[in-house]
């Protein structure tokens, strides 16, 4: 069965600071991966996604995130963090274009001024 | 260009009545799909719908059941509603067999059962 892991509930990090949120996956098969963020009491937003190609992406607002096959790893990055960046982060899967979406537990990313 | 729209945005409703949640989809989309998303969790899937059909289940019981409309517009309908349906529930959008794979959200609807 596919499954996503984020294996942190919460990341703290200081502002300015870089930033990783780690994601593990297992799928049968090549994996479409996603970043998603929701804010308090919204829905959530396409960060970026991985496919083909590269291993890394980049996405909105200066995030990143590194594909590693052998380690079947998605970590989100971003160089510099911002305390705008505090909000709820959700690594997710799909193994064929058009199925479900999988999503992890969620990670929450606390940005300290 | 609109993105996903949900309503209503809040709504309280008593055990054992029934619910129904609508959903937009993004402009230029044809599939819609629906989570559960429970508190301090990850969405779950509940279905998905293209072409005015069901394609794909999640592990929910039959009480969830949805409709999708010419306009591709959707809805969510609970029946017998239980204090655990409470949640906030999101659909997304997104164009089925093509390589844009991501889906768009929208902001929800937060269902309280009391």
């Known amino acids: 069965a596919q499954s996503v892991a984020q294996p942190e509930d919460q990341v703290n990090v200081a502002e300015g600071n870089p930033l990783t949120v780690k994601c593990t996956y297992s799928?049968?098969?090549?994996?479409?991966l996603f970043w998603y963020v929701q804010y308090p009491n919204r829905g959530l937003q396409f960060l970026l996604k991985y496919i083909t190609g590269d291993n890394l992406v980049k996405g909105s607002y200066g995030f990143e995130a590194e594909f590693n096959k052998s380690q079947t790893s998605f970590h989100l990055k971003k160089p510099s963090a911002l305390v705008s960046d505090s909000a709820l982060y959700f690594c997710?899967?799909?193994?064929?274009?058009?199925?479900?979406?999988?999503f992890g537990k969620g990670t929450r990313l606390h940005i300290l001024p | 260009d609109a993105g996903v729209t949900q309503s209503p945005t809040h709504l309280i409703k008593t055990r054992g009545q029934q619910v129904t949640l609508r959903c937009s989809p993004k402009s230029g989309h044809d599939t819609v799909s629906w989570y559960q998303q429970a508190l301090g969790q990850g969405p779950q899937f509940i279905f998905q719908y293209y072409e005015e059909e069901e394609r794909q289940r999640g592990n929910f019981p039959d009480r969830f059941s949805g409709h999708q409309f010419p306009n591709y517009s959707s809805e969510l309908n609970v029946n017998a509603l239980l204090l655990g349906d409470s949640a906030l529930y999101l659909c997304a959008s997104s164009l089925y067999s093509t390589d844009n794979t991501e889906a768009f959200f929208g902001q929800g609807t937060r269902l309280t059962v009391v």
């Open positions: 997710a899967v799909r193994v064929n274009r058009d199925d479900k979406i999988i």
């Open positions: 799928v049968s098969g090549n994996p479409y």
